[in-house]
């Protein structure tokens, strides 16, 4: 089965993307360019990505002594990837971009995610661009943005510490100011970082010229003490090699140091590393006395305490980036396992026989044995797997239209625009990760006892997928972060748009009668939310409201993906009637609907049970009684 009509309805057909091309700033852009770089993606995943899947996964990063080894299959790619433009395919024709709709790009990458998330793209490295692009000097978008964007320097995002984790209010590593004059580099602010950072994904390797470190550091207040909490943060950019205000390398190794690599679940192929800055192994010339001393040179990035503002522009990207990996790893265990049912034989229908002593219907052994896709509960796992990966597709292309609609849009439509991205992010990233796992646990299950070895690749894609519950912040993190703070923001504003948008699917649904049904369901979960945020609320305790985080994500979520479906189901209605798309892709759209709402909506009302009550039973339990 082809991914390609799957995207291409999505993106024509649903969200309209051609019509990007009325915009300015996609004046030059037409269904024909978009198609031409979906054409050139698709092609590189299918010949430099996915054959070299397995290999990434066997054949880990080592470091020899001196650098870190990874096969050729990953320097084969990385080239390919730079070369087809795709790290700055959003960015302005003048820094050498295409000015792509991110809608595009985002679905463009989209075949490099299901053809081997571990050989990776450039999420971290556009990201680390993008950031410097709207926080830094323009010395700093010179010398390390547009390096990154062509591909001579890779990006990294250095922000978790071994004591730390997600508390990034704990952050440790320390920034003093490197000497007299320090305010006048032409790089920025230089300083001088010592501390350590874990989990830094791509902190090490020789796939590029130099590698641009973004570290969140503090500087010490006037008493010599790190202030505490979140607001001492700063942010600061350290290269693995110092270089000029040309971008040329100096010949001088940067104080960075890799002092192990992670060996994980998943994402084998990925260097995943614990890096030391300014422990003093490469020690770097001071610029007054020109001696050289311990201590990593990072240039400050915006102003000093305002890190955290800076990095989390990053981070949201990365979480819509986090939630589409998720989404393609399920979809490729989806086509895995659907391929699997189709061409398996094993077991007889039901009703084959004649009844036994019991009453029950037997099977007629003497019967040829039928394709396991005729089973009614392999009908049922296929169901689920294509109900949660391409509702969640269509969820991530949402989110990035609304990219390009904040960016592009009239005044009040991208403010709107960026209001609803604040309150879907959290869902954009948690669900996918939660339930596009579940889909590859049920890939597995497909594929019965042939699931659990490597001779098939569905217990990798479910391996790599596990990962992606903690990448960019844990259920819990995104939770309190979606009913502590997104649901709230501007009076409750971002929670009133995505209302009504539900509801205008839903006054158009009902007005289908295959549909009528689901709407009413719909508008039913939508109250129950509402009901459940004001209920959680009512104390104005936070340890009372956010005790049930979790489950009011989920219950959230499934609603999102509740809408998705239906806005989705009336797109295929459309396109049917028009005979743009074929009856069993139709027939799909639309069991896969009817899916979400029979087998899926119906969770929330225990999920939200515990919301309304600020149900107190796990964070009361005692620490002894576990």
């Not at 949402?398 to 625009?417: K, S």
Request: proline share 4%; charged share 20%; net charge negative.
């Amino acid at each position: 089965m082809s991914f390609r009509p799957t995207l291409d309805f999505l993106l024509y057909h649903w969200l309209d993307a051609e019509s990007l091309k009325q915009r300015d700033r996609f004046a030059d852009h037409s269904r024909e360019t978009f198609d031409a770089v979906f054409d050139t993606c698709e092609r590189i995943a299918r010949e430099k990505y996915a054959p070299f899947n397995r290999i990434v996964d066997t054949q880990e990063p080592h470091f020899d002594g001196e650098k870190v080894i990874l096969p050729q299959a990953t320097h084969d790619a990385h080239k390919a990837y730079a070369a087809s433009g795709m790290l700055s395919a959003a960015q302005d024709y003048e820094v050498g971009g295409m000015q792509l709709p991110y809608t595009v790009e985002a679905a463009a990458n989209a075949f490099f995610a299901m053809a081997s998330v571990s050989i990776g793209s450039g999420l971290l490295t556009t990201g680390n661009a993008n950031l410097l692009m709207v926080h830094g000097t323009e010395m700093q978008k010179e010398v390390f943005a547009k390096n990154e964007f062509s591909g001579r320097f890779s990006g990294t995002m250095c922000l978790s510490e071994p004591q730390a984790g997600s508390s990034l209010s704990d952050v440790m590593t320390r920034a003093v100011p490197d000497g007299d004059g320090f305010e006048a580099d032409p790089l920025g602010p230089r300083y001088r970082l010592t501390g350590n950072k874990m989990w830094i994904s791509s902190g090490e390797h020789e796939l590029t010229d130099n590698i641009i470190h973004l570290v969140l550091a503090k500087i010490p207040g006037p008493d010599g003490k790190l202030i505490a909490g979140t607001r001492g943060i700063s942010l600061f950019i350290v290269p693995k090699k110092m270089v000029d205000t040309h971008g040329a390398l100096t010949g001088v190794r940067n104080d960075v140091a890799l002092a192990g690599l992670n060996h994980k679940l998943g994402w084998r192929g990925t260097t995943n590393t614990l890096l030391n800055f300014g422990e003093g192994k490469y020690p770097v010339p001071s610029t007054g006395s020109g001696q050289a001393v311990s201590g990593a040179v990072g240039y400050l990035v915006g102003k000093p305490h305002e890190g955290l503002r800076c990095m989390f522009h990053m981070m949201n990207e990365a979480r819509i980036g986090v939630g589409t990996a998720a989404t393609m790893l399920g979809m490729a265990g989806y086509y895995a396992s659907l391929d699997y049912a189709k061409n398996r034989p094993q077991g007889r229908p039901v009703g084959g026989g004649s009844k036994n002593g019991t009453g029950a219907v037997g099977k007629d052994a003497s019967q040829p044995q039928v394709r396991i896709i005729e089973h009614a509960d392999v009908k049922r796992m296929l169901l689920a797997q294509k109900a949660y990966c391409e509702g969640a597709l269509a969820l991530e292309l949402y989110c990035a239209r609304l990219v390009d609609e904040h960016h592009t849009a009239d005044a009040q439509a991208a403010d709107d625009a960026r209001l609803l991205l604040e309150v879907l992010t959290p869902i954009a990233k948690s669900w996918p990760s939660e339930w596009c796992l579940e889909a590859n646990s049920l890939a597995i299950q497909v594929h019965g006892g042939y699931g659990y070895t490597r001779d098939f690749p569905v217990e990798q894609y479910w391996r790599d997928n596990r990962l992606n519950m903690i990448h960019e912040g844990t259920h819990g993190i995104q939770a309190m972060d979606l009913l502590g703070r997104k649901v709230l923001m501007e009076g409750g504003r971002g929670l009133q748009l995505l209302a009504a948008r539900i509801n205008a699917t839903v006054e158009k649904a009902t007005q289908a009668p295959e549909l009528a049904e689901h709407a009413n369901a719909l508008a039913k979960a939508l109250q129950q939310v509402g009901s459940a945020t004001k209920a959680a609320w009512a104390t104005g305790e936070p340890g009372q409201a956010l005790a049930n985080a979790v489950p009011y994500m989920q219950a959230f979520g499934h609603t999102v993906l509740a809408w998705v479906w239906l806005d989705v189901a009336l797109a295929s209605l459309s396109a049917q009637k028009s005979a743009i798309h074929s009856i069993a892709a139709h027939a799909g759209r639309m069991g896969a609907t009817r899916y979400f709402y029979r087998y899926e909506l119906p969770k929330i009302g225990a999920w939200l049970k515990v919301v309304e009550t600020r149900d107190l039973t796990c964070a009361d339990l005692p620490e002894e009684a576990f």
